[in-house]
DNA sequence: TTTGGAAATGAACATAGGTGAATTTATTTC
DNA sequence: GAAATAAATTCACCTATGTTCATTTCCAAA
């Protein structure tokens, strides 16, 4: 693959918790995660966190960045990360047609990201659960990293909390009930999912929606 | 002005209710609106509701349509609404370099949306109230439209609970607790901000956010 | 000017999810 | 493989917000 990387890129490594980027500062580059999570996220004075993006790989970090503005919320490791740099401004030939790449990268961001206004400001504690561990599994499979039903999920339940608006407490009760529903298994920051179809109907109520 | 709409930009008008577009139905055309209010939702098979953008004069709806896919969300108007139509692909003259205009607003938008995550996954009722209320205001009076601290707000309380994710008639209470407090006026379609530091110190909580 | 429907308000009660603190189980690290 | 640290779990109790339904106020249409 090294014979694909364009010039003016290179590859870089995070470790958990290091910054790819920090609020107000100017991104100068643009990652292309390979391996590893990370997340955007932004703090309350008094401790309280909203996670606002998560970072797969095969995804753009972050393509806000190239439409040229520093970026408004840090991004942080939440593993060891490998990524590849390219320098920030619209870069990798970005055709507005073509149906993968950047701007698709782009699109299906924008869409997730409307999709957690929908769950954050509606949905109960297991359909906030559902929604991310399904989200996850979709995104994870599509860059050819689940394996039948299951796949990596290297977060906490604090990371998990912060991401579905909840509490750490109530993430642990909601994911047990779901456990003991047979909806989801998920131990050892590994995620199973028995009934695929069970777990997109309790996430979605109803709607038409793709995670993509 | 007219002198100024390109060739085949066109002015189209719509009624309360009335769809600027639907969901998955592709957009032949870009809006503009120039005078009245709009807004995206998405339903629960169970009827709750969650606006995720509203649209103001001067703002394009939709800027995601030009990545060149449907609409996954409705569009409708919430007044009647005047609008500028263009032909969806990348109208404009867009380049990524000038600080006004379509990716400007794109831009603002991403950002928006990515506030009100925040917002809907960790703030409470009268922080989530002086968040709609405050980015209102200053977008409207970015446009022009406000008069010293006051601005046209032509929501229901209806509205603003689908935007905050608040039932109704917690809205009314929490408005209530708010004009008791001195925080806001709000009557008859038409807000007022007495202490608009006080008010965006209860949005923000300490962070550092402007509401562009 | 009336009238009919929408919007706002009010009040009593219910509950999903939050809080704080302790305990147990995993995971690192040396 | 023992110690140290982080993560997950449990429990008792609390509260912000939801629910239901009635009442009042506001407007727009005729």
Redesign the interface.
């Known amino acids: 693959m090294l014979s694909q990387i364009a010039p003016n890129t290179n590859l870089v490594f995070f470790r958990p918790h290091e910054f790819l980027a920090r609020?107000?500062i100017m991104a100068d580059s643009l990652f292309q995660i390979q391996e590893g999570w990370a997340c955007?996220y932004?703090?309350?004075?008094?401790g309280?966190?909203?996670i606002?993006?998560l970072y797969l790989p095969g995804d753009y970090c972050e393509p806000?960045w190239?439409?040229?503005?520093p970026p408004?919320?840090p991004v942080v490791a939440l593993t060891i990360v490998r990524a590849l740099k390219s320098p920030c401004?619209?870069p990798l030939g970005a055709s507005?047609?073509s149906p993968h790449g950047f701007?698709k990268s782009?699109?299906d961001s924008?869409?997730r990201?409307?999709?957690?206004?929908?769950t954050?400001?509606?949905?109960t504690a297991m359909e906030r659960l559902a929604h991310l561990l399904l989200e996850l599994f979709e995104r994870m499979r599509q860059s050819g990293l689940a394996y039948g039903q299951q796949c990596a999920l290297p977060l906490t339940q604090l990371d998990i909390a912060d991401m579905?608006?909840l509490t750490p407490v109530h993430v642990n009760r909601t994911l047990q009930a779901m456990r003991a529903k047979g909806l989801v298994e998920l131990q050892s920051k590994w995620l199973r999912i028995p009934d695929l179809a069970a777990l997109r109907e309790l996430a979605a109520?109803?709607?038409?929606?793709t995670f993509a």
Do not use: Y
Not at 113 to 118: A, E, F, R
Not at 120 to 123: A, C, F, P, S, V
């Open positions: 609020e107000n955007r932004r703090m309350l004075a008094d309280r966190r909203q606002t993006a806000q190239a439409l040229g503005r408004s919320q401004r619209l507005l047609d701007w782009f699109a924008c869409e990201q409307s999709n957690w206004l929908v954050l400001g509606r949905k579905t608006g109520l109803g709607t038409v929606e």
